[in-house]
């Protein structure tokens, strides 16, 4: 009668623990399959897994933007790292896969690649096109992944980043991210609007060789000059998005901005020591700069959150007084928070480049 008693309850216990275990694995398939409804910046509803693990770029500002809001969630880039990046970008993400982009004039976006790769979504962030609804909704159905538009420009990077937040389900880097660009907007806001047109610092941009090749005033590529309230005194005509205006040494000799800013250390050394420039009291006071460029540079190639630190640098040379930052160190932080490393100080010095 006890064996009985004791067989019986041996095989409920048995039937307990198998109901259990398939009940268990229903709940996994049945969470692992969950998805949620992300509202994106151009206002498609989009079903996303309920847990986002992975996310791939559709072009370089989306690439730099994820790297700095979850680099470990990356499953590839839209193209390499620029080589003066390898001191600053951990190995294991220079082997990703690459996807190319989807907008612009090198739209080169591998469809194959990105299948391949099996993203839980694909970000698009940038200011959105007129074509923007369109252009996620038919990438998306062309590669039955989720797509999603974050708008972000130099003004909203902050809210970029909270929505990159809810997209991925954490907001605790995200939100760090996103209050360092809005102290930085708003400081850069609130000196502008306190400056007096005597006090507006005039600068020009010189590009390729001959330093001959400017972003106009009211370009795109020229927005931290006007954010930090200095004046773009290239009035030229704005050419096609990513190409500069050509203009003459003589338009810029008759410009007499109070500073030039240069992309290369070639163009800087060309300059400063070319008896044609030398006349311009820009030259003479030795109000020269070399844009900082490593990993990208920070006015606006490409124009993503790069251009942040680009506020604070610019600023600090048109206006000290207003900014009173130690710029090293902002560069320290700022690379420490977006970048994920630690500079020491010959390596921010170095970022820094060719300042007087």
Avoid at 236 to 262: C, K, R, T, Y
Avoid at 301 to 314: A, E, K, Q
Wanted: charged share 25%; glycine share 8%; aromatic share 8%.
């Amino acid at each position: 009668m006890r064996l009985r008693k004791f067989i019986a309850a041996v095989l409920i216990l048995i039937l307990v623990v198998t109901t259990a275990s398939c009940g268990g694995t229903g709940a996994a398939k049945q969470d692992k399959d969950a998805t949620r409804t992300f509202v994106d910046s151009c206002g498609r509803e989009v079903e996303i897994p309920a847990e986002v693990d992975s996310v791939a770029p559709s072009g370089p500002l989306a690439q730099i933007v994820l790297y700095t809001a979850c680099p470990d969630k990356l499953v590839g880039i839209a193209d390499d790292f620029p080589g003066e990046a390898k001191q600053l970008i951990d190995e294991k993400y220079w082997d990703l896969p690459k996807f190319g982009q989807f907008y612009g004039k090198n739209a080169s976006l591998n469809m194959e690649a990105l299948i391949k790769a099996d993203p839980d979504v694909i970000v698009d962030i940038g200011e959105a096109k007129e074509t923007i609804v369109e252009d996620m909704s038919g990438l998306q159905e062309q590669l039955d992944i989720p797509v999603v538009f974050i708008e972000a420009t130099l003004d909203t990077m902050d809210e970029a980043y909270k929505k990159i937040g809810e997209l991925i389900g954490d907001t605790q880097e995200t939100d760090k991210l996103a209050e360092y660009c809005r102290q930085v907007s708003e400081k850069a806001d609130a000196v502008n609007a306190a400056l007096t047109d005597d006090q507006r610092v005039t600068v020009y941009e010189a590009f390729e060789e001959s330093g001959l090749c400017t972003n106009a005033r009211g370009s795109f590529q020229g927005e931290v000059i006007d954010k930090v309230g200095g004046v773009n005194v290239a009035d030229v005509e704005i050419v096609a998005m990513g190409a500069g205006s050509e203009v003459s040494l003589e338009q810029v000799i008759n410009w007499n901005p109070d500073v030039i800013l240069v992309d290369t250390a070639d163009v800087y050394r060309m300059i400063t020591t070319d008896k044609a420039w030398a006349g311009l009291p820009a030259v003479k006071n030795g109000r020269v700069y070399k844009i900082p460029d490593v990993p990208y540079s920070c006015m606006g190639n490409p124009p993503s959150v790069n251009r942040v630190m680009g506020i604070l640098w610019l600023g600090n040379i048109l206006y000290p007084a207003q900014y009173g930052i130690d710029i090293k160190s902002e560069l320290i932080d700022f690379y420490s928070l977006f970048y994920h490393v630690k500079l020491n100080d010959d390596q921010a010095a170095g970022i820094l480049g060719e300042q007087r």
